[in-house]
Structures are given as structure tokens and as C-alpha cells.
């Protein structure tokens, strides 16, 4: 095991030498440039497709919807204000501001039409057209069971949108931030015959940046200033640059070197080392991590007391010290902490009483997840003890995964499980088939509510790759999204319960909430994270 660590080291340590002998020296010596590093490649820039955090970041660099984050406060971006709804919350008329895309046409309310349509359509094949749940229509039209024609949005003029709902929703507002509602150019989407996303040439931008020369598996990429963009004046930088970094010696390297401005994501040894350098510092996270547990593939995962018992074989707080190097805290449960508070009392969602009392299912107890372990065995019918655990291939994650091997097989008699680290593209390709036993996963909130979470796990939900399900906690999900969405306090116990319910059962195995590490050139200002885990770019400069 050391030896294939050493090996892979050196590897790593020789492609490292012929990056940074590709390093741009202008770069490094322009203040009007930025670099930072991402754990992998962009997998896709199309809004409709995109299910990643990576893809996320560069959509907000590049494209821009109705509003915008700055910091925690929500601002108008390509809507002239925050719309108010009408018809007891179920209609927002908004105003557009008049803005380009960087091809010169117009953004109009077409644009938006036309982008939640081609999501929301079966054929699109989009894992997040359950987000539009709620519009008018969206939902059976993502079932094949109504012609897209029929979704609630309509373009009155071209810089007036109408927005209808099926029911109120407590947090549309913040939602229409996410880039699953940015506008697409049909003209662009149209004329790249399928290839939409995959490679700047056929990309248009209407955010504060573009990418440049970029294709699905580049490993770097620049994002130049777009002119075009309405705020232009207010964008400090001329250019973004990103650089994969999968191994923290080479991250290491870049930055010393000045090829990264930006060394973000340390985690176990590299934190540790690092932690008492004053460019050195960590930043709260909404990103929580958790493992998945296929109950259509293995009926073991179909028993309660099994997945019981996988979770208290496992020590979250030695898994957050040891090997994340206090770069994640233990999560109790999918609903991270700092993101949502009750309207009324302030309080955060995780200090909540009812959510303290969860602690105990979750609680490292070897003894407890043996003795579940053996009566969860009696009580099934078939199921494969040799199982595959699925995770990235990064440094982190290549340790996380032994740290689990190791822990469920010490604590679950007859348990053998075998590790498939592998690119992130294709963990996501076998979550997304069902091609895997366990996965570990992880999830950073599109809102600032409790129900970015909850709703992963509601049956039916694409995201929902263990396919857990429990008619109760739907219930409870369906009462906050639905029928409360105008009582405030009501809607919140309804969340709680849905979070007792599932944190009980162990429908999915909350691991750690992420605590970002990073080193900063303390010339960059402006780097804030929002309650949606992304920065706004638009943002930054060098002093």
C-alpha cells in the first residue's frame, strides 16, 4: 500500500515538473489575472446537463440567470429587481434588464423559455429537471405526459417574463439564482448539433466572463472578461485561470511557483502541514458528503438494521481528524449546518432540538453496528457481503475510502469490500447508471433551505441513487414543498420530521460536512463563498 503511494507520488511529482514548465509567465506577473485549482475536469457547460460543482462554478463565471449572489445577499442580475409574487405566491412577473450574449444577439425572455423547456423535456435527459417541480406543468411534462409548450413560463414581450406555480415555494427567489434557470441561445444550442457544452466554440456567454479554447477533457482553462456583460465596468479582472489538481505536491508546487494564486481544497496530511502559514485559512462549507447505498442492486441495503449498522461502524470524528485533517466536521445528518435558519427564531436548522437528538444514529458504536449487523443478516433473503465502494480518485478520497474499508470490515463480521476510486467523471457516470454497491457522494445546496437536501431522497428523484424510499418522509417533503409553503414555522417542523425520518432510518450515510482549506496570495480580495457554495468571480481582484 505505501509503495503504490510512493509510486503514485513520483508519477504525479513528473507531470507536475512539465506543468510548471507550461506556466504562464504573464499570468503569474499580471494583477488582472486570477488562477485557482479544481479537483477535475469541466464535464459539461450545459445548464441543462450539468450536475456538478465544477460545472456550477464556471456556469456562474460565465452565464448569468434572473439574480445573483453577492455574499448572502441575493441581487438582481438579469431581471431589473427581485420580483414579488402575485396570486397568493404562485405568479412572478419579472422585468428583464437589456443585456447580450456575447455573439452580439440579444437575451430575451425567449432565452429563458426556451432553456427551461429544453430542460424540463424528457428527451434532454436532464438529472436536474426535478428542481422545476413546482412550476406549472413541469412535472408531467417531464413525464412525457404534456408537450413542453404547456410549462409555466411565457415571455409577455421580450424583456417581460411571466412565471406560473403550481403552489407557492418559500425560496424561488433564491432558486432563480442557481444555473439550472440561466437563459440558453437557441440559435447556439441549435447549431451545434448536439455538442452544446462540450466545448467553448459552441458556447455564447451573457455572464461577467467566457471560456477560452476549452474542451471537455482539458485539464487547464482561461476565462477572459466578457465586454458584452451589462456590469462590465464593475468586473476587476480580465481573466480567470483554472489548473486540475488532483495531488496536493503538485498543488503545492503550482502555488509556490505563482502559477495558482488561489490553492483551495487541502485536506488531511497537506492541511495539517500547512495550517500554520499566514496565507493559510478555512472557510465553512455547505458541501456535506455521505455514501449511498444501492437497494436495487443488493437486497442487504433494503434492511434497516444493516444500514444501521453501517453507520455506527463508522468514526466520523477520526475521519474528519485524521484524514481530512480538520477539513470537515462529522456530519449527523443531510442537512448541513450554517446554511438555513428558522425565519422566526434565527436559529439554525442543525441546533434545533430536534435535530441534537439525531446525534445517537449516527454516533461511532462498534458494538451497536455488530450486533445490527448479525440480526440485519437473519432478516434478509439473499445479498452479496463482497461489495465495491465507489469514490473519486483523488488523494483525499483514495484515503477516505481505505479509512472505510477498514472500519466497516474490522466492525461487520464477513463484510469484504473492494475499493474503485476512480475519475470524478466516472463516479458520477456509475452513480447515475446504478453501477456501483456503495458511493460516496457529495452535495452542495443550489438554495439556502433545508429542502435542497431533503428532496434528493424523496422517491423518484434522480439524485436518488440508493433509491431509499419511505412514504412518510415524502410526505413530510411533499407538506413543506406544498401544502405549508406560506406558513413559515409550520413548513420548518415539517423538514425537521422529514430529517428525523430519514436520519433514523438510514436511508442515506451522512459522512462530513466540508471545511474548505486553502492558501491565498493575500493580494486577491473579494473571494467569498455564498450560501450556494459559489463565489462570485465577478467579484474578485488583486490589490
Known amino acids: 500500500m505505501n509503495l503504490r503511494k510512493i509510486l503514485g507520488a513520483a508519477v504525479l511529482g513528473a507531470g507536475l515538473l512539465t506543468l510548471t514548465a507550461c506556466g504562464n509567465s504573464e499570468d503569474k506577473s499580471n494583477a488582472k489575472t486570477v488562477s485557482v485549482n479544481v479537483g477535475d475536469v469541466l464535464p459539461t457547460m450545459d445548464s441543462s446537463l450539468n450536475t456538478t460543482a465544477i460545472g456550477a462554478q464556471q456556469l456562474n463565471n460565465t452565464m448569468e440567470g434572473l439574480y445573483r449572489f453577492d455574499g448572502k445577499n441575493l441581487k438582481p442580475a438579469g431581471a431589473t429587481s427581485i420580483a414579488k409574487p402575485t396570486n397568493n405566491g404562485t405568479r412572478y412577473t419579472i422585468d428583464l434588464r437589456k443585456t447580450k450574449w456575447s455573439n452580439g444577439d440579444n437575451v430575451t425572455a425567449k432565452d429563458y423559455v426556451y432553456a427551461w423547456r429544453r430542460t424540463v423535456a424528457p428527451k434532454t435527459g436532464s438529472q436536474y429537471a426535478y428542481i422545476f417541480s413546482g412550476v406549472k406543468n413541469a412535472e408531467k411534462i417531464n413525464a412525457g405526459k404534456m408537450p413542453t409548450n404547456t410549462l409555466g413560463i411565457k415571455a409577455l414581450n421580450d424583456y417581460k417574463l411571466q412565471i406560473d406555480l403550481e403552489h407557492p415555494i418559500a425560496y424561488f427567489n433564491s432558486m432563480l439564482a442557481g444555473s439550472q434557470f440561466f437563459p440558453q441561445n437557441e440559435k447556439v444550442v441549435k447549431a451545434s448539433k448536439g455538442k452544446y457544452g462540450l466545448n467553448s466554440k459552441n458556447l455564447v456567454s451573457n455572464g461577467p466572463f467566457k471560456l477560452d479554447n476549452w474542451k471537455v477533457s482539458d485539464t487547464t482553462w482561461k476565462e477572459t472578461k466578457n465586454k458584452g456583460y451589462w456590469d462590465a465596468k464593475n468586473v476587476k479582472l480580465d481573466a480567470l485561470k483554472y489548473h486540475v489538481v488532483k495531488d496536493p505536491n503538485t498543488g503545492l508546487n503550482l502555488y509556490t511557483s505563482k502559477d495558482l494564486d488561489i490553492y483551495t481544497g487541502l485536506s488531511g496530511d497537506s492541511a495539517q502541514q500547512l495550517s500554520n502559514r499566514k496565507d493559510f485559512s478555512t472557510t465553512p462549507s455547505s458541501s456535506l458528503f455521505y455514501m449511498e447505498l444501492n437497494q436495487a442492486k443488493n437486497p442487504l441495503f433494503k434492511n434497516e438494521k444493516i444500514r444501521q449498522a453501517i453507520s455506527h461502524a463508522i468514526d466520523r470524528k477520526q475521519l474528519s481528524t485524521k484524514v481530512l485533517g ?25 441546533d434545533e432540538k430536534q435535530s441534537k437528538a439525531l446525534s445517537e444514529s449516527t454516533s461511532y458504536n462498534p458494538k451497536l453496528a455488530t450486533k445490527l449487523w448479525k440480526e440485519g443478516l437473519k432478516e434478509v433473503s439473499g445479498g452479496n457481503k463482497n461489495i465495491t465502494l465507489v469514490s473519486d480518485d483523488t488523494d483525499t478520497a483514495k484515503k477516505s475510502s481505505e479509512f472505510l474499508q477498514n472500519g466497516l470490515e474490522k ?97 442515506t450515510v451522512p459522512l462530513y460536512q466540508q471545511t474548505v482549506a486553502s492558501l491565498m496570495n493575500d493580494k486577491v480580495q473579494g473571494y467569498v463563498k455564498d450560501p450556494s457554495g459559489l463565489y462570485n468571480m465577478a467579484n474578485v481582484y488583486k490589490k
Request: aromatic share 10%; no cysteine.
Open 411 to 507: 466492525n461487520l463480521p464477513g463484510l469484504k469490500i473492494t475499493l474503485n476510486n476512480v475519475p470524478f467523471k466516472n463516479r458520477l457516470q456509475k452513480s447515475t447508471s446504478g453501477d456501483f454497491d456503495m458511493v460516496i457522494s457529495a452535495w452542495s445546496p443550489d438554495y439556502p433551505d433545508p429542502s435542497t437536501f431533503l428532496d434528493l431522497f424523496t422517491k423518484g428523484n434522480a439524485m436518488n441513487r440508493g433509491k431509499w424510499s419511505n412514504a412518510q418522509y415524502d410526505a413530510q417533503d411533499k407538506a413543506a414543498a406544498i401544502t405549508n409553503a406560506n406558513n413559515p414555522q409550520v413548513r420548518w417542523n415539517n423538514m425537521l420530521n422529514a430529517q428525523s425520518i430519514i436520519t433514523k432510518e438510514q436511508g
Open 326 to 350: 480538520n477539513t470537515g466536521t462529522p456530519a449527523t445528518t443531510v442537512v448541513p449546518k450554517g446554511m438555513a435558519y428558522n425565519e422566526k427564531t434565527k436559529k439554525d436548522f442543525k
